[in-house]
């Protein structure tokens, strides 16, 4: 099994940053797509951002394009997201997520992941 741990979320004003992090277990962390997703009360768990294990390929949901990075560290099994510029809509608690990869390209859905982290709670305020 894959054991994943949020760290870095909190409270951050309207414009500012925060970098969360992942941090995996195993020795095979390269052979794992990651992703981020975040779930608002009531609303349901949606993607953030995904990486492929080599770290080449990433892709985004389009209202953070521009504002967040997905990135990794194989060396250290960790996966960041460097979120810039953040909105009070970006208030959720964040999941860091791991997909061994079998030929497909991107994972956006969430049942596509096998592990998911405890998630952390990232809190815009105006």
């Known amino acids: 099994q894959v054991q994943l741990v949020e760290s870095g979320g909190g409270s951050v004003q309207a414009g500012g940053s925060l970098r969360l992090s992942c941090a995996a277990s195993?020795?095979?962390?390269?052979?794992?797509?990651m992703g981020w997703f975040r779930q608002a009360p009531g609303k349901e768990r949606e993607f953030v951002a995904t990486?492929?294990?080599?770290?080449?390929?990433?892709y985004y949901r389009d209202s953070v394009k521009g504002r967040f990075t997905i990135s990794r560290d194989n060396a250290k099994n960790t996966v960041y997201l460097q979120m810039n510029s953040v909105k009070p809509e970006d208030t959720a608690v964040y999941y860091c997520?791991?997909?061994?990869?079998?030929?497909?390209?991107?994972?956006?859905?969430?049942?596509?992941?096998?592990?998911w982290g405890q998630g952390t709670q990232v809190t815009v305020s105006s």
């Open positions: 997520a791991a997909k061994l990869e079998r030929g497909s390209y991107i994972y956006t859905k969430r049942w596509e992941y096998d592990y």
């Open positions: 195993g020795r095979t962390f390269s052979t794992y797509a």
């Open positions: 990486i492929r294990g080599s770290g080449v390929i990433t």
